[in-house]
């Protein structure tokens, strides 16, 4: 599982990291031209509109991966040990449940989108919705793992377990 996680985070970090980049160059080069040239590319802004979208649903995978999202534990982590795991667990068949009413809801949306286009650019918005369900398998695979792990009785990703 591990080794999952590993691989899942090296290539959740490499494309937000991309993305990123490729937002930060294309809005350059259309500063860049409307301020220096007069011109400025149609496309540019669906192109970045895009990449911010799968920036946002990707970083929130990874967070939840590395279990550094927004938590807020302050009753959790005074709890004995025994509790700790069931909160965790509890939590986790949470997450998993929410993840697979993403990825159905997510895909449908998707699927209706892809006969709607970007106005500058002739790409069905629809693959800017596939971050969607990609995210919530994520989430879901992270959640799982969180579970297993509970299960199993190590640490978690997201700390807190060992006792203090």
Known sequence: MRILRAGLDAILSTAIGAALLGIF????????GRY??????V???????????WMVFLGTALMHLRGKHLVIDYLQVRL?????????????GAML???????VVGWRIMTIRMDIPYT????????AYLAVPVAAGVIGLASLGNLWDCLRGSDLLRGGLEES
């Open 25 to 32: 160059l294309l809005n350059m080069y259309q500063v860049g």
């Open 36 to 41: 220096l040239f007069g011109i400025g590319a």
């Open 43 to 53: 496309w540019i802004p669906d192109v970045t509109r895009f990449l911010f979208i």
């Open 80 to 92: 004995p040990l025994g509790f700790r795991r069931a909160t965790e667990m509890l939590i986790s």
């Open 97 to 103: 449940v929410m993840a697979g009413i993403l990825l």
């Open 120 to 127: 500058g650019w002739e790409v069905p918005t629809g693959y």
